[in-house]
């Protein structure tokens, strides 16, 4: 049998008082099979792939086995869900084994989801569907290779045991990779229980783990509130310039390491429309596209009331000046979605008057519903009048002839770059995707891996996902829009 490894753990939050978390053990499978090693993510950690496709790794990413070092645990927090506030929610169906120092020096937790029920489940099996594994596989992984912080997945496994939801579904496990799992929610519940010396804790934590400049500033609660406000600004524009709709953005799926957590019923929208909602839940549109951006803002205002005893002893004092952080966001949103959206029509230095230009793409792709990724990748090829190459998508997907007015003024103010064309156009295929987690291509692969045992659509998908920049001439379906009678309109969470 081969041995187990011992892997470097070094586990700072289960150092912290035991209100912090719950020590859990993950609950067995009955049979565990390997569905895919990330095995970018595992050298990052300093993993042997090899050893984590053997059968003594399965047994570890599936629960079954715990890796000597681990001090496994399940995290409580509280949370505003849908506006609705929850006191204890917690790790209903997650376990943190522990936390490994990467090769790039950062800090990452290891955490397999559908591990089992927790002292945080509320009654719920804390299993999770393969579907759902799958899902978040999929798109946290494009979600990197677009460049946008999010979680990574290490594995996927699939349990050999029956998930009972609307029907029974295979089982299966995620081991889920994060800076940290440490949520808006987790200050929330110290916040509620009105515990100020374990708000000093974690902050404490969060400041040596993710901002250890803010423990220079005369007020580190403060200057930590910033630094979450800039990055969170960041990421909801990312989100924004991708077409990524999250779906869940209740405070207790925002995490103060500002990755992206929690792919639910998540999806990146087809054609363009801002009131686009997938999540079968959402049903009054709280967390559409457009409303992304005001719902990071509600969120943060939520984590600074949280954080206004550890601000300053003042409670005037310290209303007063978390307000003050929060009135930045929609500047910082503004400049850094700017910021993106110039750098997709290739202006890398935009002025307000291209503000202008981008609001009226904007509204003429809303108008004429045209497709919202496959619209700035042609732009991307527009931008250099050439002749036309294999590794063009002209041949998937061509924009219709109203844009050509629009088109004429974005040309004239490309002539203003002081960059050479060439260098506009390398910007633009540098954030303009070709390739995205497509819903009628994630359901396929879901499907496919389901109904008839198949992993090769999911295991293609993932592989032209992680280059998600480079067009390949035959991988064309997987740029293609969807047909009409491929349309998915709604997700759905798994839990």
Known sequence: MTPVPTLPFDNSYSEL???FYTAQ????????????INREVAQLLDIDPEWLESKAGIEILAGNQLPQGANPIAQVYAGHQFGGWNPQLGDGRAVLLGELVGRDGLRYDLALKGSGPTAYSRGGDGRAPLGPV????????????????????????????????????????????????????????????????ALHLLLDHVICRHYPEAAQADQPGLATLEMVVAKQ??????????????GVMNTDNMLLSGETIDYGPCAFMDHFNVDTVFSSIDRQGRYAYRNQPSIAHWNLAALA???????????????????EVINTFPDLFREAHLKCMSAKLGIAAPSAEDEVLLSDLLELMSREQVDFTLTFRRLSELACAQETTPSEISGVYRLPQCFDPWLARWRARLALEPMATGECQALMYSVNPVY????????????ATITDRD?????????????????????????APPKPEQVVNETFCGT
């Open 455 to 479: 992993y090769a659509p999911f295991h293609q998908l993932v592989e032209t996902l992680a280059s998600p920049f480079t067009y390949n001439p035959q991988r064309e379906r997987y740029a």
């Open 233 to 246: 600004a960041r990421l909801i524009a990312q989100w924004q310039a991708a077409g990524f709709i999250h």
């Open 134 to 197: 799958l899902r978040e596989y999929i798109v946290s992984e494009a979600m990197a290779a677009l460049n946008i912080p999010t979680t990574r997945a290490l594995a996927a496994v699939s349990s050999g045991d029956t998930v009972m939801r609307e029907q029974a579904l295979p089982g299966g496990v995620l081991t889920r990779v994060a800076q940290s799992h440490i949520r808006f929610g987790t200050f929330q519940f110290f916040w509620a229980q009105q515990d100020t010396k």
């Open 17 to 19: 008082p035991a209100q």
């Open 25 to 36: 053990i993950p609950t067995p499978v009955s049979e565990p099979g390997l569905v895919r």
């Open 305 to 323: 009331q949280a954080l206004l005893p550890v601000i300053s002893s003042d409670s005037n004092k310290s209303v007063e000046q978390a307000q």
């Open 436 to 447: 995205i987690p497509r819903n009628h291509l994630v359901e396929e692969a879901i499907k």
